[in-house]
Structure formats: C-alpha cells, structure tokens
C-alpha cells in the first residue's frame, strides 16, 4: 500500500516422463522494486536435443515464510531452455502473466490465481532471461619439444626417443595424459607439434606438477627408461625460455655414479594456447540454424484416405510424419529468428499436368517454399496430400542438393543448415544421394532422415556414417553429418507419443552441436562476439535472503 514491491522469483522445471513442476530454486528478495535485477544464477544442464520446459513464478514477499502461498502472487512466464540459449545474445524478454488459475507451489496443481494474490487477465510486466555457458577451462595447448645429448639405449643405434606426460592427483599420483611420438635413432630429436586441452593436462590447476617421462622405445614393449623432468602449467606458459630447457635424470643413475650430471635435456620450442569454441559461443555469437524438412509422397505410403496410410490424417492423433516433424522441429525452432521453415516434397505427381517431381513446395510457392512455423509446416503438409498424387521413386539426391546450395550462399559462419528428411522405404538414387552428401559435407549442413514404416532401411545406415564414413567416386566425405533414426524404435506401445517423441528428437539432434563445431573449426570460423548487453538498471534496495524452502535448503 506505501510502499513498491518486494520481489522473488521462484524457477521451476518440468520432469519429461509425468510432466510435473519441481522448484529448482529462488533468487534473494530485493526491497521496494518494481525493476528488480536479480544476482543469483541458476546453474542447470543443457541439451540442445531436449526439450527442457521452465517456468518463473514471481512473488511479492510479505513476510520470512518459506510457504509460497503466504505471498502476494505476481506473475508467471514459461518458455524452453533452448528458447533462451537461441534468442539474440542468449537474451529473452516474456511478458509476466496471470491467467484464470496459477499452479499451486507445492502440488504443481492448479488453483484460482486470485486465492494467490493474482488477478487473472492482467498483465504484470515483463521479465527478462539470459543464460551463459559456464567456461570450464576451454584452453587448449599447443607446443613442440626437442631433446638433446639423450642417453645411447640401444646396442647397434642411438635411442629411438619419446616423451609421455603426466599430470598429478590430489592424492599425490600420475595419470598420464600425452605420449608423443617415437623419433627413431637419434640422441637429438624435435617431436612434432602437439595440441591438449588444458583441464587435461593440470586439471586447470596452473601450478600443479607435470611431470615428463623419457623413454627409448624398444619392438617388445619393454621401453628403456631414459630419465625425467618435472614442470607446470605456468612455467610451461613462459614460452621459449632459459626457464623451459629441463635436464633429464635418471634418479637410479644419479644415486650409483658420482660424476652423474643427466641423461640429456628436453627444451621447449614453442607454446600457444588459445580457447576451444563450443557451440553456445557460436549461437551466441549469431549464428542461425536454418531448418528445411523434406516429406516423401511415394505410392508406398498408401492412399492417405485410409487408415492403413502412414499419410492417414486422423482425426484423433497426428501421423507418424508429423508426430517425428514436430517432435524435431519444435526444438530446432528456437535457433531461427524468422521462424520461416522451407517444407519440400518428393515422389508425387503435381497438378494439373501430372508430372513427377522430387523437390516441390508443399505451400505451392515454387518462389518461397518456406512456412510460417511448425504449425505453417503441418498445414502446408496436409494440403499438399489433398492436392498431389502420391507416386516415385524415393529420391534423396534432390532435395539435399536444394538444400546444399542455399548452405553454400552463405559460408560466414552466420547461418547452419540442418535438413529433415522423413521417409518410408528403400531409396532409389543411392549413387547420386552420396554424391550429394559428400559434396555438402564441406558446406555448414547437417542431415536427419526418420524412417517410418516397416520398410528395411539398410541403405540409411549406410548413409548415416558412423561405421564407416560415407564416399562416392573414390572420395570420402569431409565430415559425418548424416544422422539416422528409425521411427518404429521410439513408438510407444501405451500410448505415451509425448515420451517416445522426446527419445526421438534427443537421438536425432544430438550430434547436431558437434558438427557445428566441426564445420566451423574445419573452415577456421571463430565465433562472432554477442551484441551488447542493455543498459543497466537503475540501482535498487539491497537485497535481503529469500524464505528457505523446507525441501530445497540446500539451493
């Protein structure tokens, strides 16, 4: 009544399989605000193949209860993860609202949102989300080592050197984390350049000892032991230096002889380090994932006007092709700011005149096959079984083509291409499908292909690539950026579509980050730095401690 608001905001997250709310945790109160800039973060686990729902409830705090329900109720927003990580700057702004009911804090049930301090219809400002990936030491090292005067091991040669590197333990033991390769015959070598993620090499820790074994490599396995030399992180960042020449001793040597001075000295000729890019740096940053699907219309599908049709459009549940092109795409939206999706066909007969064709719009706009949404996309889908006649053969290679050459137009790194193919039997241009796919291996795409059916589908394995990567003429794919599914492993004999479409979308979106990453790396792209952070609010009452939870008083 006297005075602004006193604000919390309460997270919670959605469990996949019952679909309840659970608290994840609250941030500090903050006095007499209606422009609250919240300090405390929440850390949670993404995954870009997931659907995480979350939901921000925000309170007005009367009193030290640590029941929810004593408090004046605000305002709500839900919205995904992946909503989040894929808005400008990994910054999103939602409106606060209070519907007809608001969910009761404890139950997760709905209750009248006015028994919660709340006015339904009203709407109660706004609230804004960004979210950061926590670095956890991406440096990766880069050096070169060379060796001089090395102890003679073998009879009839030299040595055939090389060095194995080890990181120490809390409690005091190695685990080894390089091994260089073998130089053979020569007391002098210069070992190639080496690259190792610096976690793995100190655990981040910059002081903590790496020690350096010498070896002289023997046929049998049983390497000579040459001497060894300690070091760090720190000393190692110094670069070429006096600092980083290292004598090499040998302790079992150096306690029987006197005159022992070492075995010889390892010298470090170059370091550089530089930080790994991930795929959050690059969405980040601004690049976009463009999503383009691809149905087939083949004969073998059925006649969509009966329930026998895995184009049967029933009025009860989607088909088997739009429960796999929703489960993927309602995901995959997020990462495109237009929300404009081009939708293909392939294997139909076109009106008026009948002709076949393997890459046609579903809207009928041969000049802009794209769709407004996943919902654009469904409807675009059902008019098109309306309107064409289902035929042949299965052609991939078309479609991948069309897609190929809208990822060639734009190489920056800005945009990434990411084409849904869903199928239902034997693919009929195999030779010219690989082609397609060896070529847009070097270009910033990536390809799902569901099949659906009971239809062998030895030839998507194939494709596919993780066995053995994919070629055509002689030529292998520069990357495996093929990824394939078969829709009958995720069905749900209960019923429950909207657990086995989550299995779905997770499996076939999981590689869809690293090979991001591997094009960008492959074309030397680094990540574009994110637009600027707004203007900071203006400053504000001093926070105060929230309410304990009596089941979170760990958060």
Known sequence: MFSKSDPLCVMYTQ??????????????????????????????????????????????????????????????????????????????EKPLTIGAFSLNSRTGKPMPAVANGGVPGKKCGTIILSAEELSNCRDVATMQFCANKLDKKDFFGKSDPFLVFYRSNEDGTFTICHKTEVMKNTLNPVWQTFSIPVRALCNGDYDRTIKVEVYDWDRDGSHDFIGEFTTSYRELARGQSQFNIYEVVNPKKKMKKKKYVNSGTVTLLSFAVESECTFLDYIKGGTQINFTVAIDFTASNGNPSQSTSLHYMSPYQLNAYALALTAVGEIIQHYDSDKMFPALGFGAKLPPDGRVSHEFPLNGNQENPSCCGIDGILEAYHHSLRTVQLYGPTNFAPVVTHVARTAAAVQDGSQYSVLLIITDGVISDMAQTKEAIVNAAKLPMSIIIIGVGQAEFDAMVELDGDDVRISSRGKLAERDIVQFVPFRDYVDRTGNHVLSMARLARDVLAEIPDQLVSYMKSQGIRPRPPPAAPEPSPPQSPARTPPASPLHTHI
């Open 15 to 92: 469990g996949m399989e019952n679909k309840q709310w659970r608290e994840f945790g609250r941030t500090e109160v903050i006095d007499n605000t209606l422009n609250p800039d919240f300090v405390r973060k929440f850390i949670v686990d993404y995954f870009f193949e997931e659907k995480q729902n979350l939901r921000f409830d925000l309170y007005d705090v009367d009193s030290k209860s640590p029941d929810l329900s004593k408090h004046d109720f605000l305002g709500q927003a839900f919205c995904t993860l992946g909503e989040i990580v894929g808005s400008p700057g990994s910054r999103l």
